[in-house]
């Protein structure tokens, strides 16, 4: 017998319990996300941490049990606290520049904000019309949506399901605590400990659940990237190594040499290619498949217009919708660049002053909306394939076009690299909840909407929070190497070391060492790598040169044993059993290094 | 084996460009030795650092592009010929044997006939749940979409690669939308069976089966102009 309408309870998917509890939890996650990213120099994601506390608060305390409600809550986290990534790596390097260069000092904060919510909304805006192609058409993985679709599934699926999810978890568990407390290290260089191989010709293994994990859930698809991180690691730099090609300075004792010359080759050879060969790629990419884009979005439009016809409610948000929040979105941006000009800036907005202003305003709204679009669909695609961001490369690109399409002013730089960091991260957020929408059966619409409707705050609250901790009653940085704490290596000290590498590279811009040519001649490889018939081979090869090869190699282990457990043991067995060990790998690491570095925090330890 | 020459000739290719691409031009070598020498003897500081640039003069970019161009311009076009040499091979191979209809790993995707078995599925959970109370147990009709999705949607999807080569990408995409959005509602009647809701799983079945025949008309469309 059918339940009779009065025994149907709603089953709420974007309501307002669930838009609350995810408000407040971003609100918390990004202000303490910050906060920790600064001190410890790397960010969190919040998408796991959101399901379970959904878990807990509005199935468990609340009563409502809703899958599509916990995603919705997740989504609206995370979309909150993935500004606090973004704004992190790029704002305090102006800050910490201010400390040499005092025309650098009091940013202006309104463009600062017009700049940063442009960037949030244009990069969940950029991403829409892009998920049927990276969700339904090219299939990428998402390991970290899987994991989440995984948690919120939970539930329903069998006791050994759930077993293996916590055999995983608890693996994590123990191996990041492990590694946390230096037992082990995160790096495991077999060549250097066997004296088998120097430094420039690494074997070495990067210890990490979630990395393998990630690498697990890619299987055969992540391949190419394990075997561009060999072509990178295992060939060509011992061919630059033994041709000569990088000089070891006199000064550098022999015992070094291995390690000066492996910096070198990274940082100065492998790294700016693999960049060059990410941008190539990406271009590339979105040119082939504009044939699948464009039919995804005469889709939309279809859709959206049947579900008028039909008085239903549509599956996306409408092209109209979208296409308005990117123009508001390029407004900001152009206002942004407006009131950053330095003339505006010291002699305030008149008609000629903005005349003046104009083109090189225009020209940072036009370069600057375009590479903020590339750089999104470069996170995009990159976190699809392999759960891995990036970003600072991308940033770094950013504040390079912005240094000189404005004549070399650091603050319009900053700034857009504020909006493309905010951008980029949205993208991948924005896709990996889709994804897992998808896996649990959500609305795309509500998703979006929700993400939509609150992308002004993490930025707001972000920026906040970086401005509250920078001040100091006597006017001395709050933050920084240059900061009291940190000079008197206090326990408050926040040393900022993420915004210390960007601070670096813009120096570096200072003195005009832009790798050009590593960008370029990497650009028309990724592009030639694009006519090759497999999906994304170049974004997975240029990311692939861009990271330390410990982390690609265990990666590839991973794809590697998926791929064997398939051949041996079936299809059914990696949905049944290695996904879930695999989304407790992930989620299991994320849970303890959150809290490691929540009572590492509290205790005050550097 | 076209195939495999290909793959060959990428992979050679991508070690030639990449690695002639990554060559630093004559005047950065210099910069950057210098910069090593001041960075090991008295410390890596700024100062230090930026008068090495004052003596040595880094390039400006576009010296600096011409520099390398000079030392490893011509390896990084040999290997860019190698990459596309190699691309082409591979898709000849890819061609020939979406002509020929081989296989391969993923089998020969028989789109209609994997629609027309999943519908026959998932007409068994419509009848399972039909009369079904909120919050009863539902563990069969759950069993039965997970079967559906590891024994006939995943291998579909897998085997995607094949579909585009026969009807491109804008066709493709015609169909598989439609297709995807019926998978997305099958699972939201699974998720909606886990919590309880029969009414809202029966409404994503209903919504789900409805795609599914639009996906195959969709699909029959297609195949019919080619």
Redesign the interface.
């Known amino acids: 017998?059918?339940?009779s309408p009065a025994?149907?309870?709603p089953?709420p998917e974007l309501s307002i319990p669930a838009m609350l509890f995810g408000t407040l939890q971003g609100v918390v996650m990004t202000a303490s996300f910050v906060y920790i990213a600064l001190k410890l120099g790397f960010g969190l994601g919040g998408s796991t941490v959101a399901a379970i506390l959904g878990f807990v608060a509005l199935r468990g305390v609340m009563g409502r049990?809703?899958?599509?409600e916990n995603n919705i809550n997740q989504t609206v986290a995370s979309g909150i606290n993935t500004a606090s990534s973004g704004v992190v790596f790029t704002l305090p390097a102006l800050f910490l520049l201010s400390v040499a260069d005092p025309t650098l000092r009091d940013p202006p904060v309104v463009p600062l904000l017009l700049s940063a919510i442009a960037g949030s909304l244009m990069g969940i805006v950029l991403i829409i019309p892009l998920r049927?192609q990276m969700?339904?058409?090219e299939?990428l993985k998402f390991p970290s949506g899987v994991a989440v679709a995984t948690l919120l599934?939970s539930?329903?699926e069998g006791l050994s399901q759930g077993l293996v999810l916590v055999a995983g978890a608890a693996i994590a568990v123990l191996l990041t605590v492990v590694v946390n407390l230096g037992v082990v290290a995160e790096d495991v260089d077999i060549g250097k400990i066997t004296g088998l191989a120097p430094e420039w010709l690494p074997i070495a293994l990067y210890v990490s659940a979630a990395n393998f994990g990630a690498g697990l859930l890619s299987g055969k698809g992540g391949l190419p990237f394990a075997?561009?991180g060999v072509?990178?690691w295992w060939?060509?730099s011992p061919?630059?190594v033994t041709s000569g090609?990088?000089?070891?300075?006199?000064?550098?004792?022999a015992a070094?040499t291995g390690g000066?010359l492996a910096g070198?080759?990274y940082g100065?050879?492998?790294r700016p290619?693999g960049i060059?060969?990410l941008i190539g790629g990406a271009l590339a990419g979105v040119v082939s498949?504009f044939?699948?884009v464009?039919?995804?979005l005469r889709?939309l439009q279809a859709a959206a217009k049947l579900a008028r016809e039909q008085g239903a409610s549509p599956?996306e948000l409408s092209p109209t919708v979208l296409g308005a929040s990117a123009v508001g979105a390029l407004v900001m941006l152009f206002g942004s660049a407006i009131f950053t000009n330095p003339d505006i800036r010291v002699g305030g907005l008149d008609g000629a002053a903005f005349v003046a202003a104009l083109p090189v305003a225009l020209a940072v709204t036009v370069v600057g909306g375009l590479w903020l679009a590339l750089a999104g669909i470069i996170v995009a695609q990159a976190t699809g394939a392999t759960d891995i961001s990036p970003l600072s490369g991308l940033a770094l690109i950013a504040v390079t076009l912005m240094f000189f399409i404005t004549g070399g002013d650091v603050t319009a730089a900053v700034f857009l690299g504020v909006a493309v960091c905010i951008a980029t991260s949205q993208c991948a957020d924005m896709m990996q909840d889709l994804k897992t929408g998808?896996?649990?059966?959500?609305r795309p619409r509500d998703q979006q909407l929700a993400q939509l409707l609150l992308c002004w705050l993490g930025p707001l609250i972000a920026i906040g929070v970086i401005y509250l901790l920078w001040q100091t009653p006597d006017g001395s940085p709050g933050f920084g190497p240059d900061s009291y704490a940190c000079m008197n290596k206090e326990p408050g000290c926040l040393s900022a070391p993420q915004a210390g590498a960007l601070q670096g590279m813009i120096?570096a811009l200072r003195?005009?060492?832009?790798a050009?040519?590593?960008y370029?001649?990497?650009a028309?490889?990724g592009g030639?790598?694009s006519?090759?018939?497999i999906g994304g081979i170049a974004v997975l090869?240029g990311l692939a040169?861009y990271l330390p090869f410990s982390i690609t190699l265990a990666y590839g282990v991973g794809n590697v044993v998926a791929m064997v457990l398939e051949a041996r043991l079936g299809?059914?067995f990696i949905?049944?059993k290695l996904v879930p060990f695999a989304a407790g790998l992930i989620v299991g690491e994320a849970l303890t290094q959150l809290f490691w570095n929540l009572a590492k925090t509290a205790m005050g330890a550097s | 084996m076209k195939g495999n020459i290909?793959l060959a000739l990428?992979?050679l290719?991508?070690?030639v460009?990449?690695?002639?691409?990554?060559?630093?031009?004559a005047r950065h070598?210099a910069y950057?030795?210098?910069v090593?020498?001041?960075a090991?003897?008295e410390g890596a500081a700024?100062a230090e650092a930026?008068a090495v640039?004052a003596d040595i003069g880094?390039?400006?970019?576009?010296q600096?592009?011409q520099?390398?161009?000079a030392v490893?311009g011509l390896g990084?076009l040999g290997?860019?010929v190698l990459?596309?040499g190699?691309?082409?091979l591979?898709?000849m191979q890819?061609a020939e044997d979406n002509a020929g209809g081989e296989e391969g790993a993923a089998g020969r995707v028989d789109f209609p006939g994997t629609i027309t078995a999943v519908r026959e599925r998932l007409a068994e959970v419509t009848t399972l749940i039909?009369?079904?109370?909120?919050d009863a147990d539902s563990t069969r009709p759950?069993e039965i979409l997970d079967d559906v999705?590891?024994?006939l949607i995943?291998?579909l999807?897998d085997g995607?690669g094949q579909l585009i080569a026969r009807h491109?990408?804008?066709g493709?995409?015609?169909y598989?939308?439609?297709f995807?959005?019926a998978e997305?509602?099958?699972?939201?009647?699974?998720?909606?069976?886990?919590?309880?809701?029969?009414?809202?799983a029966r409404e994503?079945l209903a919504t789900s089966l409805v795609a599914f025949d639009a996906c195959l008309a969709q699909y029959q469309d297609v195949d019919r102009r080619g």
């Open positions: 017998m059918s339940a025994d149907v309870r089953w049990k809703s899958i599509v049927k969700v339904e058409f299939r599934k539930p329903g075997l561009g072509l990178a060939v060509i061919v630059a090609w990088v000089p070891v300075p006199d000064a550098v004792p070094e000066y070198e080759v100065q050879m492998l290619v060059g060969m498949a044939p699948a464009s039919g995804a889709s599956e998808h896996l649990v059966g959500s120096e003195s005009s060492d832009a050009v040519d590593k370029l001649s990497g028309v490889i030639a790598l006519i090759f018939p090869f040169m299809r059914v949905g049944r | 290909g990428l992979a290719g991508i070690v460009s990449a690695s002639f691409a990554a060559r630093n031009g070598t950057r030795t210098a090593g020498e001041v090991h003897t700024k930026q640039q880094l390039p400006p970019p576009s600096r592009l520099e390398w161009f490893g990084w290997g860019l990459i596309v190699g691309a082409a591979a898709r890819q039909a009369d079904l109370k909120m759950r999705r590891a024994d995943e291998p999807v995607r491109g990408l804008a493709f995409a015609e598989f939308g439609t995807s959005a997305r509602n099958m699972y939201r009647c699974w998720s909606a069976l886990t919590d309880g809701h029969s009414v809202a994503a």
